[in-house]
């Protein structure tokens, strides 16, 4: 239930720009940002516990642990990634 909600959350914020996926393989994490491809639930039906393709980087890495986000942007924990998202949103030091 919670999927459909942030998906309706995602649509009324995104409006035209809103991507359209099925909850059984996206993962909506952010409001205003695209959904994240679920890789491996990993036999659980809790989202901390899948596997979701890094927006930024595109390695898989665990949603729950290995996930951080940034003025809306989803970065995660391997090397690197977090200063490629800074360069995108050109917040550099």
């Known amino acids: ?4 909600n942030m998906k ?12 359209d996926k099925d909850t059984d393989e996206y993962l909506y994490a952010s409001l205003t940002q695209p959904p ?28 729950g642990e290995e996930t951080f986000m940034l003025d809306g942007h989803n970065y ?9 998202l800074l360069h995108i949103l050109g917040k550099n030091k």
């Open 1 to 4: 239930m919670l999927d459909i």
């Open 8 to 19: 309706n959350l995602n649509r009324m914020v995104m409006g035209d720009s809103f991507i």
């Open 36 to 63: 994240l491809k679920i890789v491996n639930k990993n036999g659980s039906n809790n989202v901390l516990d899948y596997t979701v393709k890094c927006p930024t980087c595109g390695k898989e890495v665990n949603y």
């Open 76 to 84: 995660c924990i391997n090397d690197g990634c977090r200063d490629k």
